[in-house]
């Protein structure tokens, strides 16, 4: 008798709390926290082969984490143009796929007034044809290199100087003096946009929802060396504001992508779906500012 082989779940790895020292310097924070986000990434990697969606999620997660922590240190330790560049490559190639998966397991399923089942199918079959067209990007060459690439980067510190780093480099302070201006900095950026923003702009919307993820991960990344009540309310402050404009967000993708099922033999419901999300967007974008208010107040360090 045969026994029928079914293939393990992918792992899915979510982001972890980084556990850094207070006697750190600012350069092994930033290598202890890099190294734990591009862990994040590399461990997804088999999930995404196998076309998980979830994994694929994390995997981006990973790769945006990674983003916000060296565009914080972008004076102290510049990252290399083509590991830059790598970065952001791979970031649009997952983020293709990831937003028809949201528009297939989350936005769609939203809608009322119709039976979304066949849309949902068609944005399924449509994620799936991208999943397996993402799979030669994962085994490139130039996938390969820039994983290389930010590893060396990490562990060899590669942001040193070849005669090694000067004891007044701002890299070489204690990590706590040299990581509150950074905070302060990406939180005084998404004060900025929120001062400047119309809240039913749905691109500025997505501008604050950016700087909302960077400060706070900024947070986040150093929450072992700030006031511990502090940190916690702040970091839920910013999840909950994110979690508003993410919603928008979403809504804001799927009017942008239901015209390909409209084209697609789904025009009557496509066209209904789109006309509900719009609504659902204005209607989800009342009251904003009261909540974007109340995060510009906010203060950590």
Same mark, same amino acid.
């Given at each position: 008798?045969?026994?029928?082989?079914?293939?393990?779940?992918?792992?899915?790895?979510?982001?972890?709390?980084?556990?850094?020292?207070?006697?750190?310097?600012?350069?092994?924070?930033?290598?202890?926290?890099?190294?734990?986000? =591009?862990?994040?990434?590399?461990?997804?990697?088999?999930?995404? =082969?196998?076309?998980?969606?979830?994994?694929?999620?994390?995997?981006?997660?990973?790769?945006?984490?990674?983003?916000?922590?060296?565009?914080?240190?972008?004076?102290? !330790?510049?990252?290399?143009?083509?590991?830059?560049?790598?970065?952001? $490559?791979?970031?649009?190639?997952?983020?293709?796929?990831?937003? $028809?998966?949201?528009?297939?397991?989350?936005?769609?399923?939203?809608?009322?007034?119709?039976?979304?089942?066949?849309?949902?199918?068609?944005?399924?079959?449509?994620?799936?044809?991208?999943?397996?067209? =993402?799979?030669?990007?994962?085994?490139?060459?130039?996938?390969?290199?820039?994983?290389?690439?930010?590893?060396? $980067?990490?562990?060899?510190?590669? $942001?040193?100087?070849?005669?090694?780093?000067?004891?007044?480099?701002?890299?070489?302070?204690?990590?706590?003096?040299?990581?509150?201006?950074?905070?302060?900095?990406?939180?005084?950026?998404?004060?900025?946009?929120?001062?400047?923003?119309?809240?039913?702009?749905?691109?500025?919307?997505?501008?604050?929802?950016?700087?909302?993820?960077?400060?706070?991960?900024?947070?986040?990344?150093?929450?072992?060396?700030?006031?511990?009540?502090?940190?916690?309310?702040?970091?839920?402050?910013?999840?909950?504001?994110?979690?508003?404009?993410?919603?928008?967000?979403?809504? !804001?993708?799927?009017?942008?992508?239901?015209?390909?099922?409209?084209?697609?033999?789904?025009?009557?419901?496509? !066209?209904?779906?789109?006309?509900?999300?719009?609504?659902?967007?204005?209607?989800?974008?009342?009251?904003?500012?009261?909540?974007?208010?109340?995060?510009?107040?906010?203060?950590?360090?």
């Amino acid at each position: 008798m045969e026994t029928e082989f079914t293939a393990p779940t992918p792992l899915v790895v979510k982001a972890a709390r980084v556990r850094l020292r207070r006697k750190m310097r600012l350069e092994d924070a930033l290598q202890c926290v890099g190294l734990h986000c =591009l862990a994040q990434v590399e461990a997804n990697l088999p999930g995404v =082969l196998a076309q998980d969606a979830e994994a694929l999620h994390q995997m981006r997660v990973g790769l945006r984490r990674l983003s916000v922590l060296f565009n914080m240190f972008r004076r102290q !330790a510049p990252l290399p143009s083509e590991l830059e560049e790598g970065l952001d $490559w791979l970031s649009g190639e997952l983020g293709a796929v990831r937003d $028809w998966d949201v528009l297939a397991d989350a936005s769609l399923p939203t809608v009322t007034g119709i039976h979304t089942e066949a849309l949902q199918a068609a944005a399924r079959e449509h994620a799936r044809g991208l999943h397996h067209k =993402l799979l030669p990007t994962l085994e490139s060459p130039r996938y390969t290199g820039l994983m290389l690439g930010l590893n060396a $980067w990490l562990h060899e510190r590669q $942001w040193r100087p070849a005669a090694g780093l000067p004891k007044d480099d701002p890299l070489a302070q204690p990590a706590l003096d040299g990581l509150v201006p950074l905070v302060r900095k990406a939180h005084k950026r998404l004060r900025k946009r929120i001062d400047a923003l119309d809240e039913n702009d749905a691109a500025g919307r997505h501008r604050v929802r950016i700087a909302a993820k960077q400060a706070r991960y900024a947070a986040a990344f150093f929450r072992d060396l700030l006031p511990k009540k502090e940190v916690k309310a702040y970091v839920g402050s910013l999840s909950s504001l994110q979690d508003r404009l993410g919603h928008l967000n979403d809504l !804001a993708v799927a009017g942008r992508l239901l015209p390909v099922l409209e084209n697609s033999g789904h025009a009557h419901d496509g !066209a209904y779906a789109r006309g509900w999300v719009g609504g659902a967007a204005s209607a989800s974008a009342h009251g904003l500012r009261a909540a974007l208010d109340k995060v510009a107040r906010l203060k950590l360090a």
